[in-house]
C-alpha cells in the first residue's frame, strides 16, 4: 500500500432594364413589375455570389489512374518506357536566401592597444558578412499549368525559388503557393502552359514488396533514377514530422532527392519521396516517402485557399500497451487521457478513460492513426465515434471544430507484492509550495508523490517523485489520505494509475505480481 508522507513540495447592379412609362396600371402590370424586380435582385445576388466563389482559385485539374497493378506478371526486364513517360515531370528545385555572419577577428587584433593605434574596429564593431546560401530539391509537376508538387524543406526560408524544368534546363522563377511543415508538403507555381503533368496513383493500394522508382535531383548532379521496393507501408512514430504515415523503401534517396517522385512500377506517382534514416549521412537503404493521397489532398487544399485546415477533436490520447488493453479489456484503440474544455469531445460528453475504438466505422488502431485520419477531415465534417467506457460500447456522433494546435500524449508501462499495491511509494497533498514549484494548475486534485522505492513495481512502471496521482484503478484520487485509502482497498496486482506529469496526464499499469 502507499505510504503517507510529509506535504512537500482559447441591391446588386441591375441586369435588367425596364421602361414601362407606356403601359397602363393593371394587375398584370403590377404584376409584371414584381416579377422584373425579383429577377432583377436575384441577378444582383448572382453576381455578388460569383464574385465571392472567383476568389478562390480554381481546383487543381490532376491526372488520375487508380488502376490496381498486375502483381502476378514477371519482373520487367527494363524500366526505360516507364522512366521516359514519367521523367519529364521531375523538375529541379533551387532556393536561396542571404545570411549575416559576424566575421571572425584574428586573435592579435584584439589587442586593445594595436586596434587604437591602426585604427581597427573592435569586435562589436565589425559589420557583418552578408552571404548566400543555396539549397536543391526536386519537385513534381501535378498540372500542365505550371503548379509543382514538392517539399516544404526543400525552399524553407529562403528568400527566392526557382525551378529548372527539361532536359536542357529552361529555368523558371517560382511562386510559393502555400506550404504545411506539419506533412512536410508545399505547393509552388510557375508561369507556363503545356507542361507535362505526372499522372498520380493510388497510394493506399501499394502493398510491401511492391516494384518502386525513385527520381530526382541527388546533390545536384542531375535527374537520376533509382530501384527498389516497397519496405513498409505506414511508417510512423520517427519525429520527423508531426503527421507521419511514411511509405518506407530501400530505393536509394540522397540529398537533392527531397520533393521528387516515387514511382510505381506503371510509372505513376505514388509518393513524394522526404526522409532516410541514416547514422553515416549517406542513404543506408531506409528512405521515407509521403504517400501521394496524402500529398494530393493538402495540395488541393493549399491551391484552393492556401492554408491546410485540420479536424480538431479536442482530446489527447494515450496508446495502449498489451497491460493496458488487457485491463482495459480491449484489442486495440486509441486511450483518451485528457479532454480539453470547450472542445467537440468535451461538448460530446467524452472522458478520460474511453478508449477509442472506431471511427466513421474505420477501425482505430492506434493513437497515431486516430490523429493521422482526424487530421485529414476538415473542420464542421461530424463523425461517428465508438468507444468503450467501463467495459461497455456507445457511439457518439461529434461535429470536428478547427484545430487550434497540436496536442500530444505519452505512454508508460509495466510495473513485488506486498498488502495492497503501489507499495514502496510515499505520497502526500498538494501544498501551496508544491504547486507553485512543479506549475500544477490550481483545480488539480490528487497526491503527490513524495518518495518512490527504485525497486519498486511503481518504479518500474514509470512512477517516480512529483507525479501527481489523480486516479487508482479508474476511481479519482483528491489527497493523499484518500490515495492510501484505495490503495489498501484494491486487491490487484494490478492496478491502472492515471498520473499528472509536466502538464500532461497519461496512464501506467503498476502489476506488483512483477
Known amino acids: 500500500m502507499i505510504e503517507v508522507a510529509p506535504g512537500r513540495c482559447e441591391i446588386g447592379p441591375c441586369l435588367f432594364p425596364l421602361c414601362f412609362k407606356s403601359m397602363k396600371p393593371s394587375v398584370f402590370s403590377r404584376n409584371f413589375l414584381l416579377l422584373a424586380l425579383a429577377v432583377t435582385l436575384g ?6 455570389w460569383a464574385k465571392d466563389r472567383a476568389e478562390e482559385r480554381p481546383p487543381l485539374k490532376l491526372q488520375l489512374d487508380a488502376k490496381p497493378i498486375d502483381r502476378d506478371t514477371c519482373e520487367r526486364v527494363s524500366y526505360a518506357s516507364v522512366v521516359k513517360k514519367t521523367a519529364p515531370s521531375v523538375v529541379y528545385v533551387f532556393s536561396s536566401k542571404k545570411v549575416r555572419q559576424q566575421q571572425a577577428m ?7 592597444m594595436f586596434r587604437r593605434f591602426f585604427g581597427v574596429p573592435g569586435p562589436g564593431e565589425i559589420a557583418p558578412r552578408e552571404s548566400i546560401q543555396h539549397g536543391l530539391g526536386s519537385g513534381v509537376i501535378v498540372t500542365t499549368n505550371g503548379y509543382i508538387l514538392t517539399n516544404n524543406h526543400v525552399f524553407d526560408g529562403a528568400d527566392e525559388v526557382k525551378v ?5 534546363r529552361q529555368e523558371y522563377q517560382a511562386t510559393v503557393v502555400g506550404r504545411d511543415p506539419k506533412v512536410d508538403v508545399a505547393v509552388l507555381k510557375i508561369d507556363a502552359t503545356g507542361l507535362p503533368a505526372a499522372t498520380l496513383g493510388d497510394s493506399d493500394q501499394l ?5 518502386v522508382l525513385a527520381i530526382g535531383n541527388p546533390f545536384g548532379i542531375g535527374l537520376t533514377v533509382t530501384h527498389g521496393i516497397v519496405s513498409a507501408v505506414g511508417r510512423g512514430g520517427l519525429g520527423i514530422e508531426d503527421y507521419e504515415d ?12 527531397s520533393g521528387g517522385a516515387l514511382l510505381d512500377s506503371q ?3 505514388v509518393g513524394i519521396n522526404t526522409a532516410i534514416l541514416s547514422r553515416s549521412g549517406g542513404f543506408n537503404g531506409v528512405g521515407f516517402a509521403i504517400p501521394i493521397n496524402l500529398a ?20 489527447n490520447l494515450q496508446e495502449l500497451t498489451p497491460d493496458l488493453a488487457a485491463q482495459f479489456g480491449v484489442a486495440h484503440g486509441a486511450l483518451i487521457t485528457d479532454v480539453s474544455p470547450n472542445t467537440p469531445a468535451q461538448k460530446a460528453g467524452l472522458k478520460s478513460g474511453d478508449i477509442i475504438t472506431r471511427l466513421n466505422g474505420a477501425e482505430v488502431t492506434d493513437p497515431r492513426h486516430l490523429a493521422l485520419t482526424v487530421g485529414r477531415l476538415l473542420p464542421g465534417v461530424e463523425v461517428t465515434v465508438d468507444y468503450i467506457r467501463d467495459g461497455k460500447s456507445d457511439t457518439k456522433r461529434i461535429r470536428l471544430a478547427a484545430q487550434p494546435a497540436t496536442a500530444a500524449a ?10 495492497g499495491v503501489l507499495n514502496g511509494v510515499s505520497v502526500g497533498d498538494i501544498t501551496p509550495e508544491a504547486r507553485a514549484e512543479l506549475h500544477i494548475p490550481r483545480d488539480l486534485d490528487g497526491a503527490i508523490i513524495t518518495g518512490i522505492d527504485p525497486a519498486s513495481a511503481s518504479a518500474r512502471a514509470g512512477l517516480r517523485e512529483g507525479d501527481v496521482i489523480t486516479e487508482l484503478d479508474r476511481q479519482p484520487v483528491h489527497n493523499a489520505d484518500e490515495a492510501v485509502k484505495k490503495s489498501e482497498e484494491i486487491k490487484g496486482p494490478k492496478v491502472i494509475v492515471r498520473l499528472w506529469r509536466n502538464g500532461f496526464n497519461h496512464y501506467a499499469v503498476v502489476d506488483e505480481s512483477k
Open 296 to 315: 494530393r489532398s493538402l495540395a488541393e487544399q493549399l491551391v484552393r485557399t492556401g492554408r491546410v485546415e485540420r479536424g480538431f477533436l479536442g482530446i
Open 267 to 269: 510509372g505513376r506517382v
Open 164 to 168: 529548372a524544368v527539361g532536359e536542357p
Open 43 to 48: 441577378a444582383g445576388r448572382l453576381v455578388l
Open 106 to 112: 584574428a586573435p592579435f587584433l584584439e589587442d586593445p
Open 246 to 257: 511514411f511509405i518506407q523503401t530501400d530505393a536509394p534517396i540522397n540529398p537533392g532527392n
Open 207 to 211: 502493398q510491401v514488396g511492391d516494384v
Open 410 to 419: 505519452a505512454g508508460e508501462n509495466e510495473g513485488g507484492s506486498d498488502k
